[in-house]
Structure formats: structure tokens, C-alpha cells
């Protein structure tokens, strides 16, 4: 019997930072909140599936070749599935690859770990960034090593108060399709 390719690896999803009912303001403030639900209540990655859909990718369509028939992933399947807003101002730079990373032997996020009781607002604000981080580097814009993530999305979290204003949706659609567009495009 011959098995399919695997293209996805195990990851962990959570990263070793709980969310704390502390960060949910930041979270809202962000448009990820239901992002951060999804990563600590239920999100479990269905390796086989994934990979499937990765199998059935026909680049010279755009689409998933299903038994069923022909499909693609849409905004508005990012916008229910993963709660993000699909219009709003553009993520720039979401495509361009600077090479360049926060690298070290565990990630940034396992740093901060939970957030200790009666921490003051200040303390609170800066380990609900390093969540929004970590969400960004496990959930949204996932590499393979699992412990680092990209410049480009600094200056985002750096003005979390703006955060909430961008497409975080259609962002999202770019990068998770990107693989698939570059064979194409080689």
C-alpha cells in the first residue's frame, strides 16, 4: 500500500501560554479574540485533512479538487471559521520575505508563560501582546520551526490600539495560500 505524502507536521497550538479573562479587552481590541477561544478551548489540527487538501491543490485554477467537485477557500469562510474581519484597512508587507525572525531556543511567548495574579494594568498589557504574538506565530502565520515568528508583524502589535482596524481575514487567506500560489508562479 502506498500512503500519501504527509505535508503537515505536528504542532503544538497553545505554545505554553494560557489565555488569562485578562487579556480578552486586548484581544477584542485586536479582532482576535475568537481566534484566541479557538486556541484555548478546541482547535486541534486535522493533520490528514490538511494534507489532503494540500494533495488536491491544482494551481492552474486556484481550486481543491474534491471528489465532489471543485472548491477554494474563501474570505468569507476565514471570516466564520476563524472570526476575523475581512475588510478594513490592508496588512502591508504580508507577502515580501525579509528573512528575518525573533529566533532563540523557545519562543518569546513561553517567556512571559501566565500572567502573575494581581498584576497591574501595564503588566497585564504586555503579556496580552506577547499572547497576541503567539497567536499570530501559531495560529495565523505558522512556520515550520514553531518557535519564532516574523518581523513584519511587530509594528502591528506594537499599536494595538490600531490593530483592530485591519484585515486581518483576508491577510490571513494571502499567507495560508501563498505555498500554493509560489508553485505556481516558480
Same mark, same amino acid.
Not at 520575505?97 to 512571559?112: C, L, Q, S, V
Not at 509594528?155 to 490593530?163: D, G, T
Not at 508553485?183 to 516558480?186: A, P
Given at each position: 500500500m502506498v500512503y500519501p505524502q504527509r505535508y503537515i507536521r505536528s504542532m503544538w497550538r497553545q505554545q505554553g501560554m494560557p489565555l488569562d479573562e485578562r487579556y480578552v479587552p486586548y484581544l477584542q481590541m485586536a479582532g482576535l479574540y475568537h481566534l484566541a477561544r479557538m486556541n484555548d478551548r478546541w482547535f486541534r489540527l486535522d493533520e490528514p485533512l490538511v494534507s489532503a487538501f494540500v $494533495?488536491?491543490? !491544482? =494551481?492552474?485554477?486556484? /481550486? +481543491?479538487?474534491?471528489?465532489?467537485?471543485e472548491c477554494t477557500i474563501t474570505l468569507q469562510d476565514v471570516a466564520y471559521h476563524l472570526g476575523l474581519a475581512v475588510d478594513g484597512r490592508y496588512v502591508s508587507g504580508c507577502l515580501t520575505?525579509?528573512?528575518?525572525?525573533? $529566533?532563540?531556543? !523557545? =519562543?518569546?511567548?513561553? /517567556? +512571559?508563560g501566565e500572567c502573575p495574579e494581581g498584576a497591574d494594568e501595564?503588566?497585564?498589557?504586555?503579556?496580552?501582546?506577547?499572547?497576541?504574538?503567539?497567536?499570530?506565530a501559531t495560529q495565523l502565520f505558522v512556520d515550520k520551526s514553531g518557535n519564532r515568528i516574523h518581523i513584519r508583524w511587530l =509594528?502591528?502589535?506594537?499599536?494595538?490600539?490600531?490593530?483592530g482596524s485591519y484585515s486581518w481575514g483576508s491577510t490571513a487567506l494571502v499567507v495560508m495560500l501563498q505555498p500554493f500560489l509560489q508553485?505556481?508562479?516558480?
Open positions: $494533495e488536491r491543490w !491544482r =494551481p492552474e485554477t486556484h /481550486t +481543491f479538487h474534491m471528489p465532489f467537485g520575505d525579509f528573512h528575518m525572525y525573533i $529566533e532563540g531556543g !523557545r =519562543p518569546a511567548w513561553e /517567556t +512571559f501595564e503588566t497585564v498589557w504586555h503579556f496580552a501582546r506577547a499572547y497576541i504574538m503567539m497567536l499570530l =509594528p502591528y502589535v506594537a499599536r494595538l490600539e490600531e490593530m508553485r505556481e508562479w516558480s
